[in-house]
């Protein structure tokens, strides 16, 4: 029966951590008292965690996030609309995995397709739109499909428009790793928070974010706050999932302008 | 039906868990007061009837007026008449995805032939309950959907109420679709289950069921059998079902199963497991030790995995797992630690297991590391869980005991 914790815990992870919208992933937030909407492109927060020696870790490699610890419980994070992962880009970008299955007839023939359809194939904005009108099923109840399957059932939720993203750039010799964590959007007159999946890009010497699955959203603005890199590509990417999920935020309070 | 004018839009997903056993995803008091009245109506199941199935030897009273109305290999499907306008109907099958996606798949054709035979089209569906709960030794799902035909002025909606459980190597399923009657038609398919539960042939020595719940939401069960062969090597048979409202209108569905055998010291000799994930076959893999390695074959989402594990060592199967706990909670040391293969976590490797207690609190206190897994328990001094919960940022997963027969260590 123990693996059936990881059966169960695994399942709901897929929700929690890499919804698009699914009140399974909602975070809580509450903005400051004094603070009104819009929101300015810099803002600080509390985030609270039952896990803030792992989110410190995963803070402390971000890029225009900054982050100190005020409780057991809590972080303090200043961070704007321009923050993403640090590292650096290496083979395991660039190549066909068991999730990012670039070998497979069916990624193969997405990708002539796309080809086929787009003269500036390369730039980050039809990747993601091409792949944000592939799927035109969004739905939450898959648990995580690798690219293929996703290119099969063209249904899913950000970490299926994630995966297939992220195949479709590297079918195109573009670096690509699949982010999980959480945003924080602005809509009109409200501000909302939810675990999610993108996908980065490496070119001009660092890494832009392409998110197919918030393509057409109408959010004003969107901050993007990782947890970590889906570093586990083969059979056993479960193990990445439940990594990520145990970083997200449990909710995010104080929210003001920098 | 009736028409039913709400705001189907602004319904919200909540969770107001009033019983342990059943959520009503959304607030009853947002709906017209004929609705109101109708959801809460009963009515007293009388009558009773002689249910015969010779496959499983079933010749027993139920509840409700059943009758055969088609059969087939390994299918039978029933009326029963409660006294309401529309008859429960019930179906037997002895080939099946699981208690999840087959109530789910079920669901989904009798909407279509409401639709059908109503001459109108399927113009919304909404999740408005998910349930588990025990009936004797058998766990059961609930889910509950209501529904709109048609547009404007011949807009009608109702409620299709569904229930599932696997007994006896078979899966009932049972159907009403009626607005309100809900104790009605739990009577019956109660009353449905305890028939093929009473003769069901039970050679296991330890059975477990634990009920699965999501920030306070059922979301599914896990059950698992023992028994044991004359060479004195055990059987060990597991199942896990959930029905999850990833939306207003959706269920995630997952159904897995899992045969293995174990020596008595607690070593793997071999397993076999699947999961169905909404009505597909998501995986399936068979681990074996072949030439001094753990051969591993499958499949996972269509992906062929052929493999040899790294590790050489016995590996500890679930049984193992428990003779762990168990010599853990007697002894004096604070932790132990060892080797499983968990096909859910990585079915190309071996996970390392550290089963620790926690100082201050008592021996049946533990908490279980499975690699980034962490889950606090609360057992029993046979090492068999009474309650385990695990946290992933905003969301709470909590798994409770619900029926135990025996233990699952042998003497």
Redesign the interface.
Known sequence: ?????????????S???A?MT???A???VELNKSQSLPLSNQIAFELV??NVGGTEKTTSKEVNIRAYRLSEGSQAINMDTSSHLSGKVNDRHSSSS?VI?LDDEDIKNFVAEFLQSNPQPRRIENLTKYVNEYIDNP?????F??A??VVEKRSGDCTEYAVLAAALARSLDIPARVILGSVIMEEQGQVRSF?HAWVEIWGDERWHIADAALYNSDAIQIFYLPSMEIN?E???Y??SL??A???????IRHLRDL | MKSLNLFFSTIILISTCNQVSAADLVNLEDFPGWFQDAMVREIKVRKKSKLKLKKFNINEKVKGKFKLIGSSDGYWSYHVNIGTKTPIECYVFTKYDGAANSLHSIVQSDLASIAERNKKTLTSKFNYAVGTGIIGNTPYLAMDTLYSLGEGESKVSSFLKGLSAETNESLQICTHDEIGYRNAFFTVFKSFIKAFIKNEESSEYFESVFQMTLNGMPIGYGREKYSVDEDGDIAIKTESSMLVPVDATSFSRSDAVSSSWSRKDGSLINSAKYTVENGALSSSYTIQMQGGKWQVEGELQGKPIKTELAHTEPLISEYGSYLKTKDLIKSESMSSEFYMWVAEADPTSTIEVKLSKVSGKSEKDLIFNMGPLIMSLETQSSGVLKQGSIEQGSVTIDIVSRYVKGEPVLK
Not at chain 1, 1 to 13: C, D, G, K, N, P
Not at chain 1, 245 to 251: G, S
């Open positions: 029966m123990r693996s059936l914790f990881f059966l169960v815990a695994m399942s709901i992870s929700f929690s951590a919804q699914s009140s399974l909602e975070i809580e965690s039952h068991f299955d739905t939450y109840i898959h648990g499909n690798i293929s399957t675990g586990n083969g059979p056993g479960s193990m439940l990594q999920a145990k970083l997200l935020p449990i909710k």
